[in-house]
């Protein structure tokens, strides 16, 4: 099956300071890619929905500028998030898909704001 | 290697009869499972869950069944509507320390609910 990336797989970070995460489709050219954030013990949010060379469309209640998503080619999206709190801390996901139905998850990034 | 594996890409089946989708895993120290479900142009939404303490647990028209002996879990759904047709994720989560959760995703089984 198609595979999706993401770097780094874990991060910690100072309060304050930003951190990008990279998502990457492999071995496919993916038109769309999904940010999600995951809490503790509940489902998957999505955050945003990201189309190669436009803008990111956010969902209600997601900062627009404080996650950052650019998707500069059909194989990579980044997801910045800017001055990070311990808030932040959670586990992000992103998936790609060049259809409408497949989707490929990525392993996942954890973040970690002390 | 995959840790979450859901084998069957795709199934079909008539409306009112019973959907079962598939997931095996590789790692026994998974806490707890969950299904979720995507339309087309949709992200996924999640569905249920299940425990790794329990074996069975039900809401509704779907039941996840998980079998720890075999590494395998289950959802199905009784009866099957055409509103079901979608793409269903299994995915696997493990408490850590620190306050966030890992989840690992199969790559998902397309459901095809005939009226």
């Known amino acids: 099956g198609a595979v999706v990336s993401q770097h780094p797989s874990r991060v910690i970070c100072k309060s304050g300071t930003s951190v990008k995460i990279e998502c990457r489709s492999l071995?496919?050219?993916?038109?769309?890619m999904f940010w999600y954030r995951q809490f503790p013990k509940q489902s998957l949010m999505l955050m945003a929905t990201?189309?190669?060379?436009?803008?990111?469309?956010?969902e209600q209640g997601v900062e627009k500028d404080k996650f950052l998503i650019n998707h500069a080619s059909l194989t990579l999206s980044t997801l910045t998030v800017t001055s990070a709190h311990p808030e932040d801390s959670s586990f992000y996901i992103c998936?790609?898909?060049?259809?409408?139905?497949?989707?490929?998850f990525g392993p996942g990034t954890r973040l970690l704001v002390l | 290697d995959q840790q979450v594996k859901q084998n069957s890409p795709s199934l079909s089946v008539q409306e009112g009869r019973i959907s079962i989708l598939n997931c095996d895993y590789t790692?026994?120290?998974?806490?707890?499972f969950l299904w979720y479900k995507k339309y087309p142009a949709e992200g996924p939404t999640f569905l249920i869950s299940?425990?790794?303490?329990?074996d069975k647990n039900e809401d509704g028209r779907f039941t996840v069944f998980l079998n720890k002996s075999a590494k395998h879990l289950s959802l199905h759904i009784v009866p099957s509507q055409p509103g079901d047709s979608a793409v269903y994720f299994c995915?696997?989560?493990?408490?850590?320390?620190?306050?966030?959760?890992?989840?690992?995703f199969g790559p998902g089984t397309s459901l095809s609910v005939i009226p």
């Open positions: 299940i425990s790794s303490i329990k």
């Open positions: 995915a696997a989560g493990v408490f850590l320390e620190t306050s966030y959760d890992k989840v690992i």
């Open positions: 998936s790609a898909t060049w259809g409408e139905e497949t989707q490929y």
């Open positions: 071995d496919f050219q993916a038109t769309t």
């Open positions: 990201s189309n190669e060379g436009s803008k990111a469309t956010y």
């Open positions: 790692n026994s120290m998974f806490d707890y």
